[in-house]
């Protein structure tokens, strides 16, 4: 299946608790134009929190990391389903320094969903892509926000809006996604560009959606072909075995002596290996030596 990866900005920071808090997933369209299903995904989320739950006995309700990096940033100290908005709200205790302090500083922008598809269907209402989710993990990203994107800071019961870090380099025209939905509308002229960006913006979207489910068949499709080879590879290792032991057999005896078919002088009707036998013991020692003699010329032996 293919990989999940949801971004929500965060919504407040407690500074004395070091508590994080932010959606971590909603029934919207996401930048890759997808909607999430909450119905659906709310099961996996109380599976997902409630094993955290069980294998911290009590301490976890989930993993967060950073960057969905190795670095284990906190974890989910509680869990919220709100079935009227359709949205999961999470808080999180970031116990890494170095992670906090990119909090703090406002470098971390929001959570972000890790995880896989369960599923996926096309919504007939928006023609979108919707999707069931079954989360792995939480973590704190850096993507970029708007210039005016903000988020509360909480200190000793004051409230402080902060505005999010923003990078030197995070122009509209050095981002990718906004690099894509400004080239139609230069490209369309003043009359119309701006209309017909969000069509175009919906077309990617599709067109991504559409792209990733082919990239799903085919995980499948190699997941089932390994599987296969998966199951013949014993039966082709034994018989791989059996020919190695049937090419290290010596010659059987009756073909050695199916030179002795023929008479000694090299003529006559062929004879059983049997009946060879007792021709070469009726013989005299000397008889016998110049058959075999004969024998070995007739037939050399290659060792």
Same mark, same amino acid.
Request: proline share 6%; glycine share 6%; aromatic share 6%.
């Given at each position: 299946?293919?990989?999940?990866?949801? $971004?929500?900005?965060?919504?407040?920071?407690?500074?004395?608790?070091?508590?994080?808090?932010?959606?971590?997933?909603?029934?919207?369209?996401?930048?890759?134009?997808?909607?999430?299903?909450?119905? *659906?995904? %709310?099961?996996? /989320?109380?599976k997902?929190?409630?094993?955290?739950?069980?294998?911290?006995? @009590?301490?976890?309700?989930?993993?967060?990391?950073?960057?969905? @990096?190795?670095?284990?940033?906190?974890?989910?100290?509680?869990?919220? $389903?709100?079935?009227?908005?359709?949205?999961?709200?999470?808080?999180? %205790?970031?116990?890494?320094?170095?992670?906090?302090?990119?909090?703090?500083?406002?470098?971390?922008?929001? /959570?972000?969903?890790? @995880? =896989?598809?369960?599923?996926?269907?096309?919504?007939?209402?928006?023609?979108?892509?919707?999707?069931?989710?079954?989360?792995?993990?939480?973590?704190?990203?850096?993507?970029?926000?708007?210039?005016?994107?903000? $988020?509360?800071?909480?200190?000793?019961?004051?409230?402080? %809006?902060?505005? /999010?870090?923003?990078?030197?380099?995070?122009?509209?025209?050095?981002?990718?996604?906004? =690099?894509?939905?400004?080239?139609?509308?230069?490209?369309a002229?003043?009359?119309?560009?701006?209309?017909?960006?969000?069509?175009?913006?919906?077309?990617?979207?599709?067109?991504?959606?559409e792209?990733?489910e082919?990239?799903?068949?085919?995980?499948?499709?190699?997941?089932?072909?390994? %599987?296969?080879?998966?199951?013949v590879?014993?039966?082709?290792?034994?018989?791989?075995?059996?020919?190695?032991?049937?090419?290290?057999?010596?010659?059987?005896?009756?073909?050695?002596?199916?030179?002795?078919?023929?008479?000694?002088?090299?003529? @006559?009707?062929?004879?059983?290996?049997?009946?060879?036998?007792?021709?070469?013991?009726?013989?005299?020692?000397?008889? =016998?030596?110049?058959?075999l003699t004969?024998? *070995?010329?007739?037939?050399?032996?290659? /060792?």
């Open positions: 299946m293919t990989p999940l990866d949801l $971004f929500l900005p965060l919504a407040k920071v407690d500074l004395d608790q070091r508590i994080v808090t932010g959606v971590a997933t909603a029934e919207q369209p996401d930048r890759a134009g997808e909607i999430c299903d909450y119905s *659906s995904s %709310k099961p996996y /989320f109380e997902w929190s409630s094993e955290a739950l069980a294998a911290s006995r @009590g301490k976890s309700l989930g993993a967060v990391r950073a960057m969905h @990096g190795k670095v284990a940033a906190g974890k989910v100290t509680d869990i919220a $389903f709100d079935d009227d908005a359709r949205r999961v709200v999470v808080a999180a %205790k970031i116990v890494d320094d170095d992670e906090w302090e990119k909090v703090v500083e406002g470098v971390y922008t929001g /959570f972000s969903q890790g @995880g =896989r598809y369960v599923k996926r269907w096309s919504d007939p209402e928006t023609g979108l892509t919707r999707y069931t989710a079954e989360p792995q993990e939480i973590s704190l990203v850096d993507l970029p926000c708007l210039p005016d994107a903000t $988020f509360d800071v909480v200190k000793d019961g004051m409230v402080e %809006k902060r505005a /999010f870090a923003r990078r030197a380099a995070d122009t509209p025209e050095s981002v990718p996604e906004a =690099r894509e939905a400004i080239a139609p509308a230069a490209h002229g003043p009359a119309h560009g701006a209309a017909d960006t969000p069509d175009a913006l919906a077309k990617a979207a599709s067109a991504l959606a792209a990733a082919k990239l799903e068949r085919a995980a499948d499709e190699n997941a089932r072909l390994r %599987k296969a080879l998966d199951a590879s014993p039966a082709l290792a034994e018989l791989h075995k059996r020919i190695a032991a049937l090419e290290a057999q010596p010659l059987p005896a009756k073909a050695a002596l199916r030179s002795l078919s023929k008479s000694a002088d090299g003529g @006559g009707e062929p004879i059983s290996v049997d009946d060879a036998v007792r021709g070469l013991a009726a013989l005299t020692p000397e008889q =016998r030596a110049l058959a004969k024998l *070995s010329l007739a037939s050399p032996q290659r /060792f």
